[in-house]
């Protein structure tokens, strides 16, 4: 089992910067072999892929945040991070973890507006 907790979500004004972590807790050891992603879901539309990054390292990222976000992950603290700079109003949404270990885990997400 895993337990993932968003924080560091809120309001913001456009051209501004937020960090997003993602808590992890459950029966591991350590999140170093378990991939992770943040996603996010606007009002009214799919959720869709922000930003991930396996246990090897390697980091994927949606179109729209290329340059503008970016996700890291601290093993020995089970958390992973989405810094966010230079936001825009359209990535007002709900932010949400995902662990794949075994199956998909995800957390409650965290609301991040962004005020133009």
């Known amino acids: 089992q895993v337990q993932l907790v968003e924080s560091g979500g809120g309001l913001v004004q456009a051209g501004g910067s937020l960090r997003l972590s993602c808590t992890a807790s459950?029966?591991?050891?350590?999140?170093?072999?378990?991939?992770m992603g943040w996603y996010r879901q606007a009002p009214g539309k799919q959720r869709e892929l922000v930003a991930s990054i396996t246990s090897g390292g390697i980091t994927n990222y949606a179109d729209s945040v290329k340059g503008r976000f970016t996700i890291s992950r601290d093993n020995a603290k089970n958390v992973v991070y989405l810094q966010m700079n230079s936001l825009k109003p359209e990535d007002t949404a709900v932010y949400s973890c995902?662990?794949?270990?075994?199956?998909?885990?995800w957390g409650k997400g965290t609301l991040v507006t962004v005020s133009s």
């Open positions: 459950g029966s591991f050891f350590s999140i170093f072999s378990i991939d």
């Open positions: 995902k662990a794949s270990w075994l199956r998909d885990y």
